[in-house]
Nanobody
């Protein structure tokens, strides 16, 4: 069974940067598309970014395009989310998720993902 553990959250001023990491244990990481979602207080969990198992395909929410970059290192069973030019509206708990598929499809819907981490909190001060 896949286990996902996020890290790297914290408090940053607007305009700053953070890199989130998601370490996966289990045998299926290298054949899983991975996604980052976030959930702000009182709001629904929303898609942020996703990457195919090979890293060839990526997908981003419009709100983060040009500011966030998703990447993965299959040798380390880790997926990253580099976040630049952070805004107060990026404040949320960030979750990583795994979609068990070796294709290039990168889901954007929460219900399509098979495993979830516990989340890491990101707070952006203005």
């Amino acid at each position: 069974q896949e286990q996902l553990v996020e890290s790297g959250g914290g408090l940053v001023q607007a305009g700053g940067s953070l890199t989130l990491s998601c370490a996966a244990s289990g045998r299926t990481f290298s054949s899983s598309a991975m996604g980052w979602f976030r959930q702000a207080s009182g709001k629904e969990r929303e898609f942020v970014a996703g990457i195919s198992w090979s890293g060839v395909s990526t997908n981003y929410a419009d709100s983060v395009k040009g500011r966030f970059t998703i990447s993965r290192d299959n040798a380390k069973n880790t997926v990253y989310l580099q976040m630049n030019s952070l805004k107060p509206e990026d404040t949320a708990v960030y979750y990583c998720a795994a979609f068990l598929s070796r294709g290039d499809y990168v889901p954007v819907e929460r219900v399509e993902y098979d495993y979830w981490g516990q989340g890491t909190r990101v707070t952006i001060s203005s």
